[in-house]
T-cell receptor, first 114, second 108 residues
């Protein structure tokens, strides 16, 4: 039982390059999330998908796009990377939005933009 | 928008001492969740509190949800080296908003 799998684990990009962070869960969860974590700022929500076919902006969506490819997969795309996007990115999922459900997090992608 | 503040930011304790972190929300919450993140790791769900005044225990960890459902606390009794990490609260209104976390380090 893998839970939430993120790839890659580490990535270095040059300013202006693009890349896609991949996330897949095998728990049949409906809701999926992308967070970024910066020192002293906790986890901030970038985008989320309450269910397959829907996506919504979170707290810090600028510079990112997402695709809910199917129920299992939720990808995050950086179209033109900037140094301010250097961060640790976590994907998370839960059965559905609502009381009673904690989040299951992936192991993270550590991204550096130079 | 919803804001969740957590104090202290850092806490250093001797092994065996108690530890408490506090969480305050600017709005009333439907529920509050607690997560632990080990150094270099990812957040791991610990518990969810839903009812006003609720108290839950997990071994040496005690979680409380305030009467007004705007604050919460996590208390660890007799800390051990395995307790090292950052503890986050996360409040749910329309979305889950994480606090800034309290980093616990333990002096053996």
């Amino acid at each position: 039982n893998a839970g939430v799998t993120q790839t890659p684990k580490f990535q270095v990009l040059k300013t202006g390059q693009s890349m896609t962070l991949q996330c897949a869960q095998d728990m049949n969860h409906n809701s999926m999330y992308w967070y970024r974590q910066d020192p002293g700022m906790g986890l901030r929500l970038i985008y989320y998908s309450a269910s397959e076919g829907t996506t919504d902006k979170g707290e810090v969506p600028n510079g990112y796009n997402v695709s809910r490819l199917n129920k299992r997969e939720f990808s995050l795309r950086l179209e033109s990377a900037a140094p301010s996007q250097t961060s640790v990115y976590f994907c998370a999922s839960r059965p559905e939005i609502g009381i009673g459900y904690g989040y299951t997090f992936g192991s993270g992608t550590r991204l550096t933009v130079v | 928008g919803q804001q969740v503040m957590q104090i202290p930011q850092y806490q250093h304790v001797q092994e065996g001492e108690d530890f408490t972190t506090y969480c305050n929300s600017s709005t009333t919450l439907s529920n509050i969740q607690w997560y632990k993140q080990r150094p270099g790791g990812h957040p791991v769900f610990l518990i969810q509190l839903v009812k006003s005044g609720e108290v839950k225990k997990q071994k040496r960890l005690t979680f409380q949800f305030g009467e007004a459902k705007k604050n919460s606390s996590l208390h660890i009794t007799a800390t051990q080296t395995t307790d090292v990490g950052t503890y986050f609260c996360a409040g749910e209104e329309a979305k889950l908003t994480f606090g800034t976390g309290t980093r616990l380090t333990i002096i053996p």
